[in-house]
Structures are given as C-alpha cells and as structure tokens.
C-alpha cells in the first residue's frame, strides 16, 4: 500500500498476484511517477495501476470518453500513445471499458496489487496476457 507522502518503492510494491511488481513499460515511459511501473501513491487519484497492451479499439472507445490517449502533448512530456504500447491505465476507466466490451489485454505482473479494490481478480484474469 502507499506510504504516505510519497510513491511506493518498486522494491516493495506488489502485483495483483502477490509477487513484486514488474515494470510495464519503458518506451513509452509509463506509470503516474513515470517510473515504468504501475506504482500509486495519495497523490494518484485516478488509480493508473492497471498494466495493458493498448489496442485501437480500447484507444477510440477512450477518446469517444473524452480521454484522448493517442494526440502527443509535448509541453507535458506526453508522446501520444498507439496500439501495442503498454500503459498504465486507470483501474476505473479499464473496467468501465471492459462493461462496454472494449478492454486492452492485461499484464498481471505488472498490474499493482491496489488495483484489486476497484477490480476483482478474476476479471483481470479474463484479459490476462502472461498467465
């Protein structure tokens, strides 16, 4: 869990599996603390603890949203994101996407174990590309 003040060390951050807490991707790099990991803290309030490979269907669906995931926003160092990426996403916007039927694969390695109170394992698992 997050310690106050400040990001959860990767050392002691945990998966959805109980294991450590795997990066999720370096290029782009991703995470709320651009750290490549799905790591959270008090200052993440949307959740991006969910580690998935992006696809063009999850990317429309979140851009009709109104989160447009794929124009570049330089002045945020923000690349702009395309399908086959891995992102950290938030735990809420993933499993709304999963209601509507437009859920990206998922990572559990690299998936934080936070996630687990907004989703339940077993819908995570559905999606899971490294089970």
Known sequence: M??????VKIENAKNVMGGP????????????YRD????????DLGAHTICAELTAEFLAYTARQGNDLTTPHPEFGFPGLQ????WCLCAVRWQEARRAGHAP???????HEGTLE???????????RDL
């Open 83 to 86: 399908p086959g990426d891995r």
């Open 36 to 43: 490549g990991c799905c790591n959270t803290g008090p200052e």
């Open 118 to 128: 907004i989703v339940p394992l077993a819908d995570l698992r559905e999606y899971a």
């Open 2 to 7: 997050p310690t106050p003040g400040g990001p």
């Open 105 to 111: 694969p998922v990572f559990l390695e690299a998936t």
């Open 21 to 32: 807490l795997a990066v999720c991707g370096l290029d782009p790099l991703t995470g709320f």
